[in-house]
């Protein structure tokens, strides 16, 4: 499971002075956070702290992942829509072709379009699910494709222009509506020719209910209609996606003679075999060796892994996160793990639901070195796996904080005008700018380490059971979690804070964005339809309703603007344990109708008028609703045998070079 940012930084170019490490070779320049901006994103990019002090083995060990995890980028533009890797090549070759004015407009909205694919990882914008609609005309395209060399012509031309100019055609990747067809509405590549009817009954019928270590059933595997027979089409070596997976695998290869140890090198070796053979009982395998290496200090995600993106829940997005551990920040998620118990038996759920022994759960704060696949350009800033629930119930999990991402958010947010505009309270913003970065990195240590991890199912209650829901309440459960623990006066004995008052900027920051500001990533007339923000949404509406008796929350108008005003921290707190205790019992339970009903009372629906203030007030501060990064780049330098010496990381890469670059030197699935 992973966590997604709630920041909204700036939209201006903000330029911090060089105090952190920069790269060597720019050593005198300021540290540029901000790449790029075009419609609703921003293009940041991070800094990578400690890189240039790990051992050489291990910047060997952190290169050869960082391959593996670029070399997977294809696949998921494969997942996300079946056009994805025929329209890339023809709009990048396009757009290194061209030699016409640059500031024509129809360029100009031809260089946007292109961007946004590039950012969605395909024709879909990667958060609303919405098709991008180009601003040029069909005949512009056309016209420049007749230019093309005739290697580089398109044998379905008339197909690809239907896919960017109909906004009809594929208009969703992923449809989470109820009532309809979600994989026929769907136009993500994880099924092809099937009902949702017909993949549920597949599943239905191999899946082995009594089962107490099942595998993650579709996890790797698309599903099609073959000879009228509904079949598993699984990812791997000589299986689907077989030329990405081997330039990984090749990778990974290299990475396993770096290993920091035995224990490492056994997990490296595990995924490899698990991508060769696509056996889910070989992931598995794969990842209770992951789950229990916590002496290593170079870490890595690579493979199929969150299903937030398949209607039905089930297909993991590849991705790839090549991370090593911060250990000065890891202190404080040590001090948490290690007092997981304490917060289990404590938590305000039914006693019946909690776990009597809350096994492994290990925390660290992490400095990521490359996102890859679905981490990238927009990026989890928190993230705690393995999925299964059975190995997470007997090995634990591994929960993580990106410090040098959510760093790299705050930086850049500084000075945006947010505060201004939404937080009229002067003590209120002072709170805020004090104690906001750490209150954010503390919830999501507790929401990833504990929140995901804690309670348990009763016994034979199917993990899916919550089905369309199940992600939006299980963020919801961790969120919760944090969010009652973080005003818990044990934070501040364990000493991880050091303000009983510093709970209430995340309070404050957390209901305003629930109730209003996330809603600037929101399309006009449109609903809410992200898991996380359904989650976000449903918390802060559900304690706004229940604590109305009492004017917990208050919602009010000055100046014909909406604001918000938390009148009693405490009872707020009640409620988050309220609601936490009916999502650990729906969750517990698997009581699908009560999940609906929460998530669509209280997650989905907007208001209009509300949303079109909350736009209009964004649209003067002109803060990016989306933000992303791009990676640094990894050079290994070379002795005069031809061995590696040494691995220079440089940050200078600006956004359309380094997507030009991955399309032209790590396209392994082009058609
Ligand atoms: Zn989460």
Redesign the pocket.
């Known amino acids: 499971?992973?966590?997604k940012s709630t920041l909204a930084g700036s939209a201006l170019a903000i330029a911090i002075s060089a105090n952190a490490m920069t790269s060597t070779n720019n050593i005198d320049k300021p540290f540029e956070y901000v790449v790029d901006r075009f419609a609703d994103i921003e293009v940041l990019r991070y800094k990578v702290p400690g890189f240039e002090q790990l051992s050489l083995n291990q910047k060997k060990l952190v290169y050869y992942l960082t391959q593996a995890a670029i070399y997977g980028r294809d696949i998921l533009w494969d997942q996300n829509n079946r056009y994805n890797l025929q329209l890339r090549p023809l709009l990048e070759a396009v757009y290194t072709n061209y030699n016409g004015s640059r500031e024509d407009p129809q360029f100009k909205a031809f260089e946007l379009y292109l961007k946004q694919v590039w950012f969605g990882n395909g024709i879909h914008h990667h958060y609303s699910m919405d098709k991008f609609i180009p601003g040029f005309d069909r005949s512009f395209l056309e016209g420049e494709v007749k230019k093309l060399p005739a290697d580089k012509q398109p044998a379905n031309l008339e197909d690809l222009m239907r896919v960017v100019f109909d906004p009809s055609f594929m208009a969703k990747k992923v449809n989470q509506a109820e009532g309809a067809d979600l994989i026929l509405t769907s136009a993500t590549n994880l099924y092809e020719g099937v009902t949702q009817k017909e993949v549920e009954d597949y599943y239905a019928a191999i899946k082995d209910t009594t089962d107490l270590t099942p595998i993650s059933y579709g996890l790797n595997a698309r599903v099609a209609k073959v000879d009228g027979k509904v079949t598993e089409q699984t990812y791997h070596l000589g299986g689907l996606y077989s030329e990405a997976i081997a330039k990984i695998v090749e990778n990974l290869e290299e990475a396993a003679k770096y290993a920091e140890n035995d224990a490492q090198r056994k997990t490296i070796e595990a995924l490899i075999k698990y991508y060769r053979s696509g056996d889910l009982k070989d992931f598995d395998t794969y990842s209770i060796l992951w789950v229990d290496d916590t002496d290593s200090q170079v870490d890595f995600i690579n493979g199929f892994i969150e299903s937030y993106d398949d209607p039905l829940g089930m297909t993991g997005n590849w991705e790839s996160i090549v991370n090593f551990k911060n250990l000065d920040a890891s202190h404080r998620t040590e001090v948490i793990s290690s007092n997981a118990q304490w917060f289990e038996s404590h938590s305000p759920v039914d006693p019946r639901f909690r776990k009597d022994e809350v096994k492994g759960v290990t925390a660290k704060v992490i400095t990521a070195a490359i996102l890859a696949g679905d981490s990238y350009p927009a990026t989890p800033i928190?993230i705690?796996l393995p999925n299964a629930n059975w190995i997470r119930a007997t090995h634990g999990s591994k929960s993580v904080t990106i410090e040098n991402i959510t760093q790299a958010y705050d930086e850049a947010s500084h000075g945006d005008g947010f505060n201004d505009e939404f937080v009229p309270d002067q003590q209120m913003r002072e709170l805020m700018d004090k104690y906001l970065f750490l209150t954010d990195n503390l919830h999501t240590d507790l929401?990833?380490c504990l929140?995901?991890a804690s309670g348990r199912l009763l016994p034979g209650v199917d993990p899916d059971a919550l089905k369309a829901y199940g992600s939006a309440l299980?963020?919801a459960r961790?969120?919760l979690f944090a969010l009652y623990y973080l005003a818990d006066p044990k934070l501040i004995e364990l000493g991880l804070i050091d303000s009983p008052e510093a709970y209430k900027a995340q309070y404050y920051k957390y209901i305003l964005n629930g109730l209003m500001t996330q809603l600037m990533r929101i399309e006009p007339g449109k609903d809410v339809e992200e898991a996380?923000m359904r989650n976000r949404k449903l918390i802060a509406e559900w304690a706004l309703e229940k604590g109305k008796a009492d004017n917990v929350i208050e919602v009010y108008k000055a100046d014909g603007k909406t604001y918000i005003r938390i009148n009693d921290y405490e009872k707020l707190r009640d409620l988050f344990g309220q609601l936490l205790y009916e999502i650990q019992r729906i969750k517990s339970e698997g009581d699908y109708d009560a999940g609906c009903a929460l998530v669509e009372t209280y997650g989905v629906k907007v208001d209009p008028t509300l949303h079109k203030e909350i736009l209009d007030r964004y649209a003067h501060l002109s803060i990016a609703p989306y933000k992303g990064f791009v990676n640094p780049v990894y050079t290994p330098v070379l002795g005069a045998d031809g061995e590696i010496v040494d691995i220079n990381i440089s940050y200078g890469e600006g956004y359309m070079d380094q997507m030009l670059r991955y399309g032209r030197d790590y396209s392994t699935l082009g058609k």
Do not use: P
């Open positions: 499971m992973t966590i928190g705690n929401h990833e929140g995901h299980e963020e961790a969120d996380h």
